[in-house]
């Protein structure tokens, strides 16, 4: 049968613009659709408001009345002011009846295709088409619009658009999901969705009512997940900032909680903060909804994530789904029922046929054994089964697997003696929990003991895995590798692993259900098998990580990171299962070094410093070897861009003399060049420049371009720095040489930007400009969001040197706006101060005192100090607003502009009138492995953490307070505070604030 559906375009937009032209347009358009139905032999079932449904037997009418429809509507002059349009959807298959009506799959993706129409259109699903094929009325033809992801969420669907004479050929892309005017990470299922509406429909009120938590609970395999990625799918509007997914099933460790959510939402980590705190701040003034799935192994932090989201986000609605509800104030709690199951004793098919449960059974069955349809002969037993199961989505998933062995009657036979035995006969008493479990029990032991075995030990992956990684770790004793695929599918078939198709690979996962009880079963069996498959799970991603270092630089990076970050949950579980591995911890060691380049490109920092932190710390990590030395390189070089721990020259010496008894230059550069880099952040240049050239010699000699881009790199900036201005400019020139070769982009634009900031230094405009934006472009073709923000945040200060305000002031609010839309906010605090400074003396002064007060904040919170030509020019820029407002005017307006919010502030910055420009420079020079600021004179031995802690701590803030504001607990702020004591040397709180007033350290006070 080929369904054709119509609707008229914007129809609630029209019936509000003129509700009585509308009344006749409507009327009119009524009639012109069921005469051309009609007259092409079909049947309209259904007609709610302008929306039709008609079911034809022969594909060709069903065109033949759409085109009709088309030409018509396209000929008619409307009543209506407004321009009346049809949207129209064809799609062909079989359909249940129910009392005239039909329902269904087909039914439901008819009407998810007409969805992404535009007025006018005619679409057209593969089926149809291939009904169609070589039988095209004369003038008609259809135009490939490709796959499209439809609002169900469903498996993507090929689709055509009807051209020809009389109809409209041009149309906005189709509102799918594939349309990036639609802003979502939502995942493809591989069933379309079942029921539900008026769930959705409750749902879809309270977020419209204002609800910003709601949680769906309700037990495993009830369908919670599927239900909220539904709700979300359907919000999606185009509107907003979207909807995203964080997936929290493979989450185990409350601390990374925030953490996923931030590499959902795609916010980046800010160095030294904790990520709670830069995940609000990103959100505080966007407008999406947030899932959180599967949140119930780690409630406590969800609460916490969920608290402060909703206290400081007031434009985020949260979705979690849970087995428990969170606890907390403001939490809507949704429960999930079973899908509707028949009334005992119904069973007519057609009837039974209408409930959901059966709906979501029959379409399962159908993927097990062809042609299934409930008809008189089944719907009995089917009837029994969606009732037995409770309507339980998984359960029923699961039953109709087994149809390719046995029938509807059989299954509920066998399921009757199951649950008698586990019920005594008293179905009641049992719980749903109880149900699935039993019915799990069922299918497991149905299995064969090779197939028991890959699925126990696939419990091991956290969040998915390709089909190499099941043959590695799901292979061994009675299992060899080339059976693990026939396995895996017979698992797939059972519906006990759900295979999903991506980019032409296959990915599989288990439900979250599953997984637990997998896993139970792998703890159970005896002897070594639960150890060997977490080796093995270990093996296999150290294996990818090790492999994918040496390539996530260079042309193939992108590919290798996406592979990285898609693995990162099951990478995360191996670093996991590394650290606390009794046979040592050479493979921790390796697998956290592999890391690092990848951290620096996509994040996760904190949790790979404190993997490293914990496997350094283990006795027997301390042998002489290769991993020990890149492992504590690592380290070095992650805590010195993150954190700055005094630690590191110990660390780094170590690893010179592992590197240098071991004879590998190319290690002993690496090592000597985290030293170098760290004397020269720490303001010892001369000490920097005397590493410098051994560096480069190793590495020269150890032959290996990658190193050798780094060490010539570090001695370029240490030379600048001194003055040597030729010098420095040699050594880029090499490094620009041998990147290009490489094809290392990421060099290149470390190398331009840096290039571009000696030039604003030496005050040379036309070469700044050139070499920022020649930054610029390759770190935007490339998507380095940090080195593309450092380039326009350097380029606005070449602008103000060369008097151009406006453009300056374009460039700095674009390094605010690509923080407010990544997340990268290393440069957000020195866009700022070149805001405040370009807001200059043709503003109103106290506007720029206010923006100044506006920067002196974000260093704050950023826990970074002015450089040396920073301060200069800030303090000379307050004292001058300082004579032109009075003190008593500066304070105010500067104060003021201190308690602005960032979205505020930025609001204020841009709206400023046309400044004058100042020449001004830019700061200090950048880094490998990304730019970052140079050394700060006020900087101290402090870190930035310990700085933050000390501003609150001057701010006369507690310690539970700094811990409250800091969201870590006061235990942690005991320990900073321990350290920072044994670094002044200050005693007592009267010390530590006057200690921090003298290094520089503004008070902050903590927002109530
Ligand atoms: N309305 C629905 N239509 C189609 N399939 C569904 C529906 N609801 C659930 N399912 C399917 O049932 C299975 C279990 O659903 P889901 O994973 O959403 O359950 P859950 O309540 O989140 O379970 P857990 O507590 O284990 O996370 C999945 O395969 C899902 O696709
Ligand atoms: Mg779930």
């Known amino acids: 049968m080929t369904l054709l559906f119509t609707d008229i375009e914007d129809g609630v937009r029209l019936w509000e613009a003129d509700r009585e032209a509308m009344a006749a347009a409507s009327a009119r358009h009524d009639r012109m659709v069921r005469e051309q139905i009609e007259a092409a032999g079909g049947r309209v079932f259904r007609a709610v408001g302008e929306a039709h449904r008609a079911a034809f037997a022969d594909p060709v009418a069903a065109l033949s009345a759409a085109v009709a429809i088309q030409r018509a509507a396209g000929a008619e002059r409307w009543a209506s002011s407004l321009p009346v349009r049809v949207c129209m959807a064809l799609h062909s298959g079989a359909c249940a009846e129910r009392d005239g009506d039909y329902v269904g799959p087909v039914v439901n993706r008819i009407a998810r295709l007409l969805d992404i129409g535009h007025g006018g259109q005619v679409l057209v699903t593969a089926a149809t088409y291939a009904l169609l094929a070589g039988r095209l009325p004369g003038g008609i033809g259809l135009r490939d619009l490709g796959e499209q992801r439809l609002k169900d969420l469903g498996r993507a669907e090929r689709v055509f658009q009807v051209t020809g004479p009389g109809l409209a050929e041009r149309f906005g892309a189709l509102r799918s999901l594939d349309d990036p005017a639609l802003r979502h990470n939502l995942p493809s299922q591989a069933t379309s969705f079942v029921g539900r509406t008026a769930e959705l429909a409750e749902l879809s009120a309270l977020v419209s009512g204002g609800s910003r938590l709601i949680t769906i609970a309700g037990p495993g395999g009830i369908g919670k997940s599927r239900l909220a990625l539904q709700a979300a799918a359907d919000a999606l509007d185009g509107t907003g900032d979207g909807v995203w997914l964080a997936e929290l099933a493979p989450v185990t460790e409350p601390e990374l909680v925030a953490h996923t959510a931030a590499a959902a939402l795609r916010v980046g980590e800010a160095p030294g903060r904790p990520m709670l705190g830069t995940l609000t701040d990103a959100l505080s003034d966007r407008n999406l909804l947030l899932i959180l799935d599967n949140a119930e192994q780690v409630l406590g932090a969800v609460a916490e994530l969920a608290d402060a989201i909703i206290r400081s986000c007031p434009r985020v609605c949260l979705l979690v789904t849970s087995r428990e509800p969170l606890g907390i104030g403001g939490e809507h709690v949704f429960r999930v029922p079973g899908l509707a199951v028949p009334p005992a004793g119904l069973a007519a098919a057609d009837q039974v046929a209408a409930f959901e449960s059966v709906q979501l059974f029959a379409e399962h069955a159908a993927m097990h054994q062809r042609g299934f349809i409930v008809d008189d002969a089944s719907a009995a037993a089917v009837a029994a089964i969606c009732v037995r199961l409770d309507g339980i989505p998984l359960a029923l998933e699961l039953a109709a697997a087994r149809l390719g062995s046995l029938s509807a009657a059989e299954i509920n036979a066998r399921l009757d003696q199951r649950f008698r035995l586990l019920t005594t006969g008293n179905r009641t008493a049992m719980p749903r929990h109880q149900t699935l479990r039993a019915l799990i029990d069922w299918s497991y032991d149905l299995l064969s003991a090779p197939e028991q075995l890959v699925f126990d030990r696939l419990s091991v992956f956290a969040g998915g895995w390709t089909l190499d990684a099941a043959e590695a770790v799901a292979s061994g004793g009675d299992v060899a590798d080339w059976q693990v695929l ?437 700061p200090g020079p950048e880094p490998e492995p990304g730019p970052q600021q140079g050394p700060g004179p006020q900087q101290g031995p402090l870190s930035a953490r310990e700085r933050q802690i000390m501003a609150l701590l001057a701010g006369g803030a507690s310690n539970t307070r700094i811990a409250e504001t800091l969201y870590v607990t006061p235990n942690t702020v005991r320990t900073h505070l321990d350290r920072i004591r044994d670094k002044t040397g200050a005693r007592n709180r009267a010390e530590l604030t006057r200690y921090a007033l003298q290094a520089g350290i503004e008070p902050v006070v903590p927002s109530p």
């Open 486 to 922: 026939d396995l895996l599918a017979a698992l797939v078939s059972k519906s006990l692993v759900q295979a999903e198709g991506s980019h032409g690979s296959t990915r599989y996962r288990l439900l979250e259900t599953v997984r637990h009880y997998a896993a139970e079963r792998l703890a159970r069996r005896a002897g070594p098998d639960p150890r060997d498959a977490r080796v093995a799970h270990r093996d296999h991603y150290l294996s990818l990580v090790e492999t994918a270092a040496p390539r996530l630089r260079g042309p193939e990076e992108v590919r290798w990171l996406d592979r990285i970050e898609a693995e990162f949950d099951n990478i995360r579980a191996a670093l996991t299962f590394s650290i606390a591995d009794p046979d040592g911890a050479e493979p921790g060691l390796r697998l956290a070094a592999g890391l690092r380049s990848f951290v620096f490109s996509r994040g996760h920092s904190g949790e790979v410093i404190e993997a490293l932190g914990a496997l350094l710390g283990r006795p027997d990590a301390r042998q002489p070897t290769r991993s020990l030395a890149l492992a504590l390189v690592t380290n070095c070089k992650l805590l010195t861009h993150f954190d700055r721990t005094p630690d590191i020259p110990a660390m780094a010496q170590e690893a010179i003399t592992i590197a240098r008894g071991l004879a590998d230059d190319g290690l002993a550069a690496d090592a000597l060049g985290a030293l170098n880099w760290f004397s020269y952040l720490q303001g010892d240049l001369p000490g920097a420049l005397a590493g410098a050239d051994d560096a480069v010699a190793l590495a020269r000699a150890a032959g290996q371009p990658i190193r050798l881009v780094v060490a010539l790199g570090h001695r370029a900036v240490f030379k600048a720095e001194t003055g040597e201005l030729d010098a420095s400019l040699a050594d880029y020139q090499e490094v620009l040489r041998l990147a290009r070769a490489s094809g290392d982009n990421y060099t290149l634009a470390v190398t331009l930007v840096n290039l571009g900031v000696d030039q604003v230094t030496a005050g040379e405009f036309p070469a700044a400009q050139a070499f920022l934006q020649d930054a610029l472009k390759v770190a935007d073709a490339h998507g380095y969001q940090h080195l593309s923000a450092a380039a326009e945040m350097n380029l606005g200060f070449a602008y103000l040197m060369n008097s151009d305000a406006a453009r300056a002031r374009r460039l700095l609010t674009g390094v605010l706006d690509r923080a407010r839309a990544t997340g990268e906010t290393t440069w957000v605090h020195s866009a700022f101060l070149g805001l405040a400074l370009a807001a200059g003396a043709n503003a109103d002064p106290a506007i720029a005192a206010a923006l100044h007060g506006a920067a002196d904040h974000q260093y704050e919170q950023a826990g970074q100090a002015f450089d040396a030509k920073e301060s200069k020019m800030r303090s000379s820029e307050h004292a001058r607003l300082r004579d032109a407002l009075g003190e008593a005017g500066f304070d105010t307006a500067y104060s003021r502009g201190r308690a602005l919010s960032q979205a505020d502030a930025i609001a204020l910055a841009v709206g400023t009138a046309q400044p004058e420009a100042r020449p001004q420079h830019g």
